[in-house]
Each structure stands twice: as C-alpha cells, then as structure tokens.
C-alpha cells in the first residue's frame, strides 16, 4: 500500500507536538510556516519539509488542521483548495462549529475530496507524549484510513459517527469540562468569602468524589500557582461555548447552565482575560476580583 504523505497546519500549543509524533514515528511530514518559528524549526529538525500552504496541499494526502476555530479552518481549506488532488481528506482536529464542518464536507465532495473532524482532549503535554483522546466523525472507510495516523498522538480514539459528530461530542465535553472550570471559580470565591482557605477547600475535595483530572490541572493554578498548568486559553474556552450555545439553539434546547459558563467565560475576557497567555484556570482571578477577593 502507498504510504501517506501527512500535510499540517497549525502548529499552536497542540499542533507541535501532534506533528512531532506523526514525523518521528514514520510519516513523510509537510508543514507550513507558523508565527512560532521554534515549532518549525524543531519539526524540520526532525525531518518534516517546510513548504507555503499552496504546496503543503499538493504535495499531501492526508492533511491535520489545528486552527483556532471554523473562520480559520474555511479560509485554510479555501486556500488549498484549488491545489488539493482528489482523494485527499482533510481532518479538522479544532474545535470547530459542526454546521460550518457539514459545508466543507459537502463542498469539497463534489471536488473529489474527503473531510473528517477529529477534535481533540487533553493538553499540549499529552500532545507531545503522544496520549491525547480524539473523537472522529467520519465515514468508515475514510476513517481506517486515517486512524493509523491520528495514533501516532492520541492514546484513545473513539469514531463517534458521521462526519460533524466529532465536533459535536467535542462541545459537548468541552460544557463539562469548562463548566466545571467556571463552577471550580466561583467556589473559590465563595471559600474566600466566608474564610475558607484554597488549601483547605483542596483538602476536602482531592481524593474525594469530587475530585477529576480537570479539578488538578485547574487547582495546579490556584494552589500551587502553576499558571501554565492547563494550557487553553480563555477566549478559546469562551468561544467552543458560543458553538455550544448555537448547537444547542439550533437543536432547540435550552441552555440554562452552558449560558450561564458562558458568560463567565466572557466576564473574563472583557475584563482582559483575551490574550495569548490567558489560561482557563486564571477564570479564578477574574471571579475572584468581580467579588473583592485577592487572588
């Protein structure tokens, strides 16, 4: 069987290590120019060939995007587009709005070309050891095509079902987990409130019922001040919860409890929580300081 030729674009907090597994575990590996050099330069370093996107779509056969949102990933795919050979499938690994994924899927079939979604969970230190989960909406066939490759950095890969299904499931994990983020906020605000201190707030809940792998990356910043503990950013956050909320209005269901973390979310990045270096977590000095509590 002809081997893959991997194309990659977007190589931010996730996508470097990603692409550091797929090139360092066997596959021919094109990636395209990032605002952060020392990703490129590591990845050719290890024996990927850098090329302009226009290139990078000619010269692959499977193509990973991990890009910020759905405006990006449509304005990549419509670059490539025209250079993109038939049977080639891109796989959108963002966290992208499903009805935005369906368009592409359908726009690029007539052309000849496979779409798939495959957005990810985890962090940027699991992307780099190669154990993130991925949930895939994808036909069958394209599906064990790029299963092999996506294993080159998920641990756990489950094929949730037609191609807008990964995307789906992953607003939906994305709810829990960052509700749990602006839930974790406020009740640290509240313990600060009424004299309860974050290391005893911690002592009750770590190895209780409560207690998750979320809670400790989150708590790694509240109790130890680990601010790089949980690598995604806020508007990131805030945004996935604007595709929940439009899932949602769409399916007819009200949002009672994903508007309310939403707009938790959007405090904090009114506030000034929008850059680059604004981490879920820090949501505790935004609620912290809506309710005169030193963080």
């Known amino acids: 069987m002809t081997q893959e030729h991997i194309g990659f674009a977007g190589l931010g907090l996730m996508g470097h290590g990603m692409a550091k597994n797929i090139v360092t575990k066997g596959y021919p590996l094109t990636v395209t120019a990032?605002?952060?050099?020392?990703?490129?330069?590591?990845?050719?370093?290890?024996?990927?060939?850098?090329?302009?996107l226009a290139d990078l779509a000619a010269r692959s056969t499977i193509i990973f995007l991990t890009l910020p949102g759905s405006p990006q990933v449509?304005?990549?795919?419509?670059?490539?587009?025209?250079?993109?050979?038939?049977?080639?499938v891109i796989v959108d690994c963002s966290t992208s709005d499903p009805t935005v994924t369906e368009r592409l899927a359908a726009d690029l079939a007539a052309k000849g070309i496979h779409f798939a979604d495959a957005?990810?969970?985890?962090?940027?230190?699991?992307?780099?050891?190669?154990?993130?989960?991925c949930m895939v909406g994808a036909d069958d066939s394209i599906f064990a095509r790029i299963q092999p490759v996506i294993a080159t950095w998920a641990g756990k890969i489950v094929h949730i079902g037609r191609v807008g299904d990964g995307h789906r499931m992953k607003l939906l994990n994305n709810f829990l987990s960052l509700g749990y983020a602006a839930i974790y906020a406020e009740a640290l605000a509240l313990a600060a409130k009424v004299g309860i201190s974050t290391t005893t707030f911690d002592s009750v809940i770590r190895g209780?019922?409560?207690d998750c792998g979320f809670y400790q990356t989150f708590m790694a910043c509240a109790l130890e001040g680990n601010r790089e503990a949980h690598r995604f950013t806020l508007s990131n956050a805030y945004k996935d919860l604007r595709y929940l909320e439009s899932m949602a209005n769409a399916a007819t269901v009200t949002t009672t409890m994903a508007s309310a973390a939403?707009?938790?979310f959007a405090s904090a990045v009114a506030q000034g929580g929008a850059g680059p270096e604004d981490y879920v977590p820090h949501l505790t000095d935004f609620v912290a300081r809506a309710n005169g509590v030193k963080s």
């Open 74 to 88: 449509a304005e990549v795919v419509a670059r490539m587009t025209p250079r993109l050979k038939p049977g080639t």
């Open 208 to 210: 209780g019922r409560m």
């Open 262 to 264: 939403k707009n938790s």
């Open 119 to 133: 957005p990810l969970s985890r962090t940027p230190k699991e992307a780099w050891e190669g154990t993130l989960d």
């Open 34 to 52: 990032h605002r952060n050099r020392s990703a490129v330069d590591d990845l050719t370093g290890r024996g990927a060939v850098e090329a302009s």
